[in-house]
């Protein structure tokens, strides 16, 4: 599964909270942002793109589409679950207003929820909702496609992410093994938002227990992820789809795409 947020939008760059109420499009960086992620992942073969239905995401998952080799008529799933979490009244106020609101309440970012914000718990399970949607299709569509088995798609799905993304050699045992399932029997692209994705991280590693590479730090674990940061984790079931996936994550927030991009003149 790869997540991507949304590119840059101009309230990105000048630090306004935009959470849901504020659909603000991308900025010219931002649809830059957008084009240089879709160069980027233009060879690897997804089998399933969701997106945010906010109008910074259906953007930024136009703008990689549209430079895929392989996906770029694909239809996107649109859903509601993907959105940013919801701010409440600090939503279109600057982020400093934000923080003055928690200091204010004897609390800190990000755990401080705003008046008719959204809490962390609750953004936690919106995730986990979906993760657990996205779990069940992927078993169901892996079950009624016993041809995976026979015609082993998943060793051209696993050769597109192996090239540009540094899955290492647990990663191909883990394809290797006895789990009932050779290969990847799907790959995932999912276009959705910072804060968002920093509440999937958590609960990849506390509910989880991901195994996350060693070089990574606490603080980039639990920091916003940056517009268009790529994530992507490896997902492995039991045979027969019981119980909760092991996970593993290759990368998080990887920017090499954006060299460049990000730079004004």
């Given at each position: 599964m790869?997540s991507?947020?949304h590119?840059?939008?101009?309230l990105?760059?000048?630090k306004i909270?935009?959470?849901?109420?504020?659909?603000e499009?991308?900025s010219?960086?931002?649809?830059k942002q957008?084009?240089?992620?879709g160069?980027?992942l233009?060879d690897?073969?997804?089998?399933h793109?969701?997106s945010s239905?906010?109008?910074r995401t259906?953007?930024?998952?136009h703008?990689?589409?549209?430079k895929s080799?392989?996906?770029?008529?694909m239809?996107v799933k649109?859903?509601?679950r993907l959105r940013?979490?919801?701010?409440g009244?600090?939503?279109?106020?600057?982020?400093?207003?934000?923080?003055?609101?928690?200091?204010?309440?004897?609390?800190?970012?990000?755990a401080?929820?705003p008046?008719g914000g959204?809490?962390?718990d609750?953004l936690?399970?919106?995730?986990?909702d979906?993760?657990e949607?996205?779990c069940?299709?992927?078993l169901?569509?892996a079950g009624q496609?016993?041809?995976?088995?026979?015609?082993?798609p998943?060793?051209?799905?696993?050769s597109s992410?192996a090239?540009?993304?540094p899955?290492?050699?647990n990663?191909?045992?883990?394809?290797?093994?006895?789990s009932?399932?050779?290969g990847?029997a799907?790959?995932v692209?999912v276009v959705?938002?910072?804060a968002?994705?920093r509440?999937?991280?958590?609960?990849?590693l506390t509910?989880l227990?991901?195994?996350?590479?060693?070089t990574?730090s606490?603080s980039?674990l639990t920091?916003?992820?940056?517009n268009?940061?790529?994530?992507?984790?490896i997902?492995?079931f039991?045979?027969?789809g019981?119980?909760r996936?092991?996970?593993?994550?290759?990368?998080?927030n990887?920017q090499g795409?954006l060299?460049?991009v990000n730079?004004?003149?």
């Amino acid at each position: 599964m790869s997540s991507v947020p949304h590119g840059e939008t101009r309230l990105n760059k000048e630090k306004i909270i935009q959470g849901q109420g504020i659909d603000e499009p991308l900025s010219e960086t931002g649809f830059k942002q957008a084009a240089a992620a879709g160069i980027f992942l233009k060879d690897v073969k997804f089998t399933h793109v969701f997106s945010s239905d906010l109008t910074r995401t259906k953007q930024t998952v136009h703008g990689i589409l549209e430079k895929s080799k392989f996906c770029k008529d694909m239809t996107v799933k649109y859903d509601s679950r993907l959105r940013e979490r919801k701010y409440g009244v600090a939503e279109g106020r600057p982020l400093s207003e934000l923080r003055a609101m928690a200091k204010a309440a004897g609390e800190e970012c990000p755990a401080f929820t705003p008046p008719g914000g959204e809490t962390l718990d609750q953004l936690k399970r919106r995730g986990k909702d979906f993760f657990e949607f996205l779990c069940q299709l992927i078993l169901k569509e892996a079950g009624q496609n016993e041809q995976f088995s026979q015609e082993a798609p998943s060793s051209c799905l696993e050769s597109s992410l192996a090239e540009i993304f540094p899955l290492g050699k647990n990663c191909a045992s883990t394809f290797n093994s006895d789990s009932g399932t050779p290969g990847l029997a799907a790959s995932v692209l999912v276009v959705s938002h910072g804060a968002y994705i920093r509440s999937l991280l958590d609960y990849f590693l506390t509910d989880l227990k991901c195994s996350f590479p060693a070089t990574l730090s606490r603080s980039e674990l639990t920091s916003v992820s940056p517009n268009t940061g790529m994530t992507v984790f490896i997902l492995n079931f039991e045979k027969g789809g019981k119980g909760r996936p092991t996970a593993q994550c290759v990368c998080v927030n990887l920017q090499g795409h954006l060299a460049g991009v990000n730079k004004t003149p």
